[in-house]
């Protein structure tokens, strides 16, 4: 309870700044969604210009535009772009920052196994992800709701963080598997960042390229994607099913990679 | 019975060096010295013993157990002073102890207040306003709060001013008392001289010896630099006990092994200007004491 406590302490400011900013993300995109309509003009109009594909890079062509449960779905991509970061990193910082702040030699001398100081840390971490979760869904139901007119999106908005906490959780286990592997702990959290930015690209060469349809499984961001849940398919439970797999794997590599090496002093 | 124990441990590190065949005992209630110069595999064996890092062959158990399958379970009964002690950002003096203290199943607030109060330690200080000796000072307190049966201290006094030094010697001499083992590392030969009844000598990840301190003790250390008035007899200091005996001009350097009384009447007849006299480091006794040994 002890190193649960600390490391909720120690991740409050760090949450705090990451609600206010995710807040102020959903805030300032739906503001541009009233901007939008007030001018009278219809967004599908507008982006009938663009080309398709360029739509198809950013993701917004799937999206009925004139909506705000549309527009908010467009501005999800880059909502749990943001979540998943914060999310890999607090993964990663589960093992490395206590070997980047060398602070190695006064906790794992205290009678407790690395496998109580993961497990505690792993439900502290979750806690965090939980309650920016929580604000997430807030926020975006308050904000899309104000502008809503006349569509159901209770339900929609549920499952939207539905997926992006579930996408959260890969990535938070990826980022513990990666420093527990890690024998630099300095580039343990930029590594867990690259791959998921590595996998974002991927997805959004999916949208742009239907030939790479396929490589969807290899891309967690496309697991539970805003379009096909605002769409109405809801979630996929192939992928709910390989999510599990893979956290389940990532979790049992953490302990056990963690437990056979060395600490670094 | 025997607290520590190791059997052949070694450790190495792909192609630099780690430590080879360490093989050592600490009897219960005894001050054990480890003493070696800088790189000579201190910290690695004092890492493998809290299990922060495990031995690539060879073994070591401390109360009997083995300190890879059980250490979380040994570690309630140890005491650690790293060498440098690094604590978490934003935390008060009194919060990181009291952290510290929550993994020991005992009420050690008493304790944290004597020790603070022996150590003249602020309490409601940010640790990140401290200065290192003040961080080190951090790191004995929370090193002895839970009373532990076994002390490690990994090079405990740098940074401590000597009045502090003297003060944590006392307060380890007082554990020793009370029941507890210490494993004393250090490079400082005067220091495990001054505390230990032990040592094993360590060069090159090696233990080269195993000696009583009173066998340390006769074999007194100075190093001598003398500046003398005029040219004196190049054989003069030419005696048993003096090393690596240098002359240039009035200035005279040697290393001196033995009875002090000697050589201080052998330069009482000799006019000086000066004279500086202190101890050599380990590297230099090393050097000439122990490499014909080892």
Redesign the interface.
């Known amino acids: 309870m002890?190193i649960f406590t600390?490391e909720m302490k120690?991740n409050r400011k760090p949450l705090i700044l990451w609600g206010i900013s995710i807040v102020a993300m959903i805030s300032g995109g739906m503001g541009k969604f009233a901007a939008y309509t007030n001018s009278g003009e219809s967004i599908n109009d507008m982006l009938d210009i663009l080309p398709k594909s360029l739509l198809n890079v950013y993701g917004i062509s799937s999206f009925d535009l004139s909506t705000a449960i549309g527009f908010y779905g467009v501005l999800f991509l880059y909502l749990i772009l943001i979540a998943t970061v914060y999310a890999v990193m607090l993964g990663a910082n589960i093992i490395a920052k206590e070997e980047k702040?060398?602070?190695?030699?006064?906790l794992?001398?205290?009678?407790?196994?690395r496998s109580?100081v993961i497990t505690s840390k792993l439900f502290a971490v979750l806690l965090n992800i939980i309650i920016l979760n929580i604000v997430t869904f807030i926020a975006s139901f308050v904000i899309v709701n104000h502008f809503n007119v006349g569509n159901a999106i209770l339900t929609d908005m549920i499952m939207l963080i539905m997926g992006m906490f579930i996408t959260q959780l890969i990535f938070m286990c990826i980022g513990a598997l990666v420093a527990s592997v890690s024998k630099n702990p300095k580039a343990a959290t930029s590594t867990a960042i690259g791959i998921l930015l590595i996998t974002f690209m991927i997805s959004m060469l999916i949208n742009m390229n239907d030939k790479l349809e396929n490589l969807k499984y290899i891309t967690p961001f496309k697991y539970f994607g805003a379009e096909s849940i605002i769409s109405g398919k809801g979630m996929d439970l192939v992928f709910i099913t390989l999510s599990m797999v893979i956290i389940a794997i990532s979790l049992a590599g953490t302990y056990r990679f963690y437990n056979?090496r060395?600490?670094r002093? | 019975m025997n607290v520590i124990e190791t059997n052949n441990l070694t450790k190495s590190y792909g192609k630099s060096r780690g430590i080879v065949d360490i093989s050592f005992s600490v009897k219960e209630g005894e001050i054990f010295g480890f003493i070696g110069p800088n790189g000579s595999g201190k910290?690695t064996t004092i890492?493998i013993l809290?299990?922060?890092?495990?031995p690539t062959s060879g073994s070591a158990n401390i109360f009997g157990k083995d300190v890879v399958a059980y250490?979380?379970?040994?570690?309630?009964e140890?005491g650690?002073l790293?060498s440098?002690?690094?604590?978490?950002?934003n935390m008060k003096v009194i919060e990181l102890l009291k952290?510290?203290a929550?993994?020991?199943k005992k009420d050690c607030s008493k304790r944290i207040n004597y020790l603070a109060e022996i150590m003249h330690l602020d309490l409601n200080k940010k640790i990140d306003d401290l200065s290192f000796g003040n961080k080190k000072k951090v790191g004995i307190v929370?090193g002895l709060l839970h009373e532990p049966k076994l002390i490690i201290l990994d090079e405990p006094t740098s940074g401590l001013d000597p009045l502090m030094q003297q003060k944590f010697f006392d307060l380890l001499k007082e554990e020793n008392k009370k029941g507890a083992t210490i494993l004393f590392s250090s490079h400082i030969l005067s220091e495990v001289q001054k505390l230990c009844d032990r040592v094993a000598i360590i060069k090159e990840g090696k233990i080269i010896k195993l000696e009583n301190i009173s066998a340390l003790k006769e074999n007194n250390y100075k190093r001598f630099r003398i500046e003398t008035l005029s040219k004196i007899d190049k054989n003069h200091f030419n005696i048993m006990g003096v090393n690596k005996l240098e002359i240039k001009e009035n200035r005279v350097k040697f290393i001196f092994k033995g009875n002090i009384n000697i050589i201080i009447k052998k330069i009482s007849f000799i006019e000086i200007s000066n004279i500086w006299i202190d101890e050599p480091d380990l590297e230099e006794i090393f050097m000439h004491h122990y490499s014909k040994e080892a």
Not at chain 2, 71 to 76: A, F, L, M, T, W
């Open positions: 002890n600390r120690a702040d060398k602070t190695t030699e006064f794992f001398v205290k009678p407790v196994s109580k056979k060395d600490l002093v | 910290s890492r809290l299990s922060l890092i495990y250490g979380s379970e040994i570690k309630k140890i650690y790293p440098e002690v690094f604590y978490y950002a952290y510290s929550s993994f020991y929370q």
